[in-house]
């Protein structure tokens, strides 16, 4: 009426056995039958009907492919009308057909049926037309009405390229031959990655699935998608699904790569302060042996007793503790006897102990820690490795306080890559500490491993 086209407008919903019928005849499945509503649209000339179909194609997006103009080309049967297949208001296809009366006459009525009696047949190509013709007419005979047999005559249309349309409607180009994924990564980069599914006219597919031609796809996308794998590359079709696909993987790889370089380069930072801080206690081994040397020679005697260790068969024996790996009570313990120094009391994982010249073995003795009615302190050595921050040292000096436990010697090294190590030297009286400490140092912010070096 906006127009000025006077018109008539009818539609109807297709019969359940008309849907089953075409679905048997055709082998067809329900979401590929688009004539499920249809609405004819008859007017008064042609230059009406296109008209018409601009104002359809201007409030409703056609789908690719599913428009035929049989006015400008009629069929050989001289059937003319224009069809067109569009998506609705509410997201489903439906076919609207626009002709002239005398058009909807020919349609309704079939002049072409008693052509070849009226006006007989004079060439092949005339006789090809009525071989067609009784094809045409078995059709009709299997059709329940004149939009199936419309339907049943149409011819799919042959090309490199598909449309597809979004759930909204939009519309996508693809290749022939594309699927779900080259669909999603057509949408977008993230909508592709993040896909695990895909539904086609509402069915749920794989997603190697081959798209159509008006096709109406919906992807399922999880945010905990791990993305892409290599079988995708497999699956998608197109040049820029792929390369996309590619790079991802390739940059999953990188961060892989870089990962585990950096745990390779913790591993070896901490090995090297290790060994450092295993040559400080060499050279502190080595100092406190010349000192011991020294007190021998001067005439005095240190007792096992005093230092809270028994050495089995032996009494009055000079003792000592080694400082490269600082037994306390609670450890299991070794002793080794020395040149003119006594014994050396080691842990039994102390690496120098495993590490001992078969020659040497000789030397090792029993020793067992001595029960005392008054507590005795050790030193304990444990190394804390963090990302250096403002108030770390006062957080763990804290908890030493909180603890009730001495510091009696802190050694601390920031490297330039914001690594901090820390040697702190604690006076204890059992294992027990050791642990306890160790679990409150875990828990301060920013710090990264804590460990009791067995050397």
Known sequence: EELGI???????????????????YQQRDLDEIFDLTAVRVIVDSVKDCYGVLGAVHTKWKPIPGRFKDYIAMPKPNKYQSLHTTVIGDNGNPFEIQIRTWEMHRVAEYGV????????????????????????????????????????????????NQVFVFTPKGDVKELPAGSTPLDFA?????????????????????????????????????NKSSKGPSADWLKI?????????????????????????????????????????????????????????????????????????????????????????????????????????????????????????????????????????????????????????????VADISKICEDMDVNINGLNIKSKSDGILYMEIILAITSTSDILKLESRFRQVKNVSNVFRSNT
């Not at 007989?120 to 009784?134: F, H, M, P, S």
């Open 6 to 24: 006077k018109a008539e407008i009818y539609g109807r919903n297709k019969h359940y056995y008309s849907i089953y019928k075409k679905m048997k």
């Open 112 to 159: 072409a049926a008693h052509w070849k009696y009226k006006e007989g047949v004079q060439t092949a190509d005339e006789e090809v037309r009525i071989a067609w013709l009784r094809q045409a007419l078995e059709w009709q005979q299997e059709s329940s009405d004149s939009t199936e047999f419309v339907e049943t005559l149409k011819m799919e249309l042959f090309s």
């Open 185 to 221: 990564f057509k949408v977008h980069t993230n909508v592709g990655i993040r896909c695990v599914g895909a539904k086609v006219n509402g069915r749920i597919v794989t997603l190697d699935h081959v798209l159509k031609n008006g096709d109406i796809v919906e992807i399922l996308t």
């Open 236 to 392: 998608a079709r197109t040049n820029s699904a792929r390369t996309k696909i590619r790079q991802f993987l390739n940059k999953q790889e990188r961060d892989q790569l870089s990962e585990r370089d950096k745990e390779k380069a913790q591993r070896e930072k901490e090995k090297a302060h290790e060994l450092e801080l295993q040559r400080q206690q060499i050279a502190v081994e080595r100092k406190e042996s010349e000192e011991a040397s020294l007190l021998d020679k001067k005439g005095h005697k240190h007792t096992a007793g005093t230092k809270g260790v028994s050495v089995k068969g032996v009494e009055d024996l000079y003792v000592r503790f080694a400082r490269c790996c600082n037994p306390v009570p609670g450890d299991a313990i070794i002793g080794y006897t020395t040149k003119g120094r006594g014994v050396s009391i080691h842990r039994k994982d102390c690496v120098n102990m495993l590490n001992l010249p078969p020659d040497e073995m000789p030397r090792l003795i029993d020793v067992s820690w001595a029960e005392t009615d008054q507590p005795m302190y050790f030193d304990a050595a444990i190394q804390i490795i963090a990302d250096d921050r403002k108030g770390l």
